[in-house]
């Protein structure tokens, strides 16, 4: 079964900062990886996806790496705000097709940024 | 990217009622959707994916008598809460997975989530 854990939980950064976020993985075998963030009381916002032949995807201040075969992937904010505060959440797609397709959750980062 | 309504984002109800959220892909066909359900400080926890066409499948735990879900076409699914009571209180979150035209990535999006609160 995958299971897929974050780290740190909570993070608080003053503003300007650089910070990683980590997500790993138990199981390799998957198709692709989303990266999320969630505000409070907000649904989640579609960030990044990494198929799973990708190494890395880049929007804006944010890239995203993945190592399959290590199980992970990491989430870099450049030049943080206080805008970027919020829960990330990064998921996994196993390989398969239909309704057996369903995505696994890590645990989450909430983030901080600070004037 | 792609956007997901779902409607309404807030409701109030009397125990015992029933209470019917949608969920829309708005510019994308959503060849299969998702229905979780979110407690507070926790990750959401699916409760059924759907296909459009064809019955839910339901998570185990998940009573499919008293959460009815609905595909009825590529860009619209419901949930209906049958008989609510308060420990049906929570975050109600869909989420829809199709091709993008010229993507193709199977990417999935989330609605801004429905806010189920059972007096």
């Known amino acids: 079964k995958q299971e897929v854990t974050q780290i740190p939980a909570a993070l608080s950064v003053p503003e300007g900062e650089n910070l990683v976020l980590n997500c790993s993985f138990t199981?390799?075998?998957?198709?692709?990886l989303q990266w999320f963030r969630q505000d409070p009381g907000k649904g989640l916002t579609s960030l990044l996806l990494?198929?799973?032949?990708?190494r890395e995807q880049t929007s804006g201040r944010l890239n995203a790496s993945l190592d399959k075969s290590s199980g992970r992937s990491t989430l870099y904010i450049a030049a943080s705000q206080p805008g970027d505060s919020a829960t990330y959440l990064c998921?996994?797609?196993?390989?398969?097709?239909?309704?057996?397709?369903?995505?696994?959750f890590g645990t989450g980062t909430r983030l901080q940024v600070t004037l | 990217g792609a956007v997901v309504s779902q409607h309404p984002s807030r409701v109030i109800c009397k125990s015992g009622t029933s209470v019917k959220i949608e969920c829309r892909s708005l510019?994308?066909?959503?060849?299969?959707m998702f229905w979780y359900r979110q407690f507070p400080k926790q990750s959401l926890m699916l409760m059924a994916t759907?296909?459009?066409?064809?019955?839910?499948?339901?998570e185990q735990g998940v009573e499919k008598d008293k959460f009815l879900i609905n595909h009825a076409s590529l860009t619209l699914s419901t949930l209906t809460v049958t008989s609510a009571h308060p420990e049906d209180s929570s975050f109600y979150i869909c989420?829809?997975?199709?091709?993008?035209?010229?993507?193709?990535?199977?990417?999935?999006?989330f609605g801004p989530g429905t806010r189920l609160t059972v007096l």
């Open positions: 989420s829809a997975r199709g091709d993008l035209a010229g993507g193709g990535r199977n990417e999935q999006f």
């Open positions: 199981d390799s075998a998957i198709y692709n």
């Open positions: 990494i198929q799973s032949s990708q």
């Open positions: 998921a996994v797609r196993p390989v398969g097709t239909g309704t057996a397709s369903k995505l696994t």
């Open positions: 510019d994308f066909q959503a060849t299969t």
């Open positions: 759907s296909n459009e066409g064809s019955k839910a499948t339901y």
